[in-house]
């Protein structure tokens, strides 16, 4: 299997939510009014503004699918697994908040909740309709793992994989758009990918993606992420949001408004201006990225 990785062109989203229904929808999450809104009170993924007043850049917030997860460590019922497609992935069966293992004499006391060095996935509460209410589960993006692929076990619990807009060449291979190489996992793509209108959001190898937006070619003045989830803008500095969309961040607006504010366009952004905002945003993606590999 490749790295897989969603890139999010922030510029293109018009938070019209069609990614997170399609979402819900794929997972069969819970209704918070059941017959009236599919709406899921543990959400996989959300689309907020970057800015304090509701005007964009529309950024996507779920799990970041680390390199290398601290909440897969500690779980004491070994729930959670990086899959060979840079997925984290949780299986619900094994998942039991707030319980001892009688195998290990370890309790959840929630560690991969708390332990989330992006913020606060993954979430626990009712879930899914695949599952029982009787306990609560974790829930989280999973970039649609065992809806994505050809495994006969997953296929089975969560249905038909996902269709694909990526189509084969006369040779079978599947051909990314941003590199025109042959990337076998793009068979099928995850649910918010394929029905994005806007195409707001790429599905591609993590290496691909990563040259993709570093390449000056491409017009990208800020792009940031890491694991399997990276952004990039054309328009405005980025910082890397934080998983949990209900985590407020009060950095984030700040510099972004600064950046994309009259008076930034007016005087063409000042070296000193530019170069200490852009010096903060690349210490703290650093700081962070630091922060997994001690883990």
């Known amino acids: 299997m490749t790295l897989m990785a969603i890139m999010q062109d ?104 708390t332990d989330c060095g992006r913020g606060g996935y ?38 038909t994989p996902l269709p694909t807009k990526v189509y084969p060449d006369g040779s079978g291979n599947y051909i990314s758009s941003i590199s025109g190489t042959s990337v076998p996992d793009l068979k099928h793509q995850p649910s918010c990918v394929f029905t994005c209108p806007a195409k707001a959001m790429q599905w591609d190898s993590r290496a691909n993606i990563y040259s993709y937006v570093q390449n000056p070619a491409n017009g990208y003045i800020s792009a940031v992420g890491d694991g399997s989830i990276f952004w990039a803008s054309r328009k405005t500095v980025l910082i890397a949001p934080k998983a949990d969309p209900l985590v407020e961040d009060h950095v984030t607006p700040l510099v972004s408004s600064v950046v994309s504010g009259p008076f930034a366009r007016a005087a063409l952004v000042p070296t000193l201006l530019a170069g200490g905002l852009m010096a903060v945003v690349a210490r703290r993606q650093r700081l962070a990225n630091e922060a997994m590999e001690e883990v």
């Open 122 to 159: 993954p979430k626990i509460g009712a879930g899914s309709d695949l599952y029982s209410d009787s306990e609560p589960k974790a829930w989280k993006c999973t970039l649609c793992y065992g809806r994505a692929g050809a495994d006969a076990d997953l296929v089975a619990t969560y249905g």
């Open 10 to 113: 922030v510029d293109k989203c018009m938070r019209c939510n069609g990614c997170v229904v399609s979402c819900k929808r794929t997972w069969k999450m819970k209704a918070l009014n059941p017959g009236v809104l599919k709406t899921a009170p543990d959400q996989r993924l959300v689309i907020k503004s970057q800015k304090r007043v509701d005007m964009g850049p529309f950024m996507r917030y779920s799990c970041w699918h680390c390199t290398n997860p601290p909440c897969i460590k500690r779980c004491p019922y070994s729930a959670l697994a990086k899959m060979p497609n840079g997925a984290v992935m949780i299986d619900p069966a094994k998942c039991s908040p707030d319980t001892t293992n009688p195998a290990n004499g370890q309790t959840c006391v929630r560690q991969c909740q």
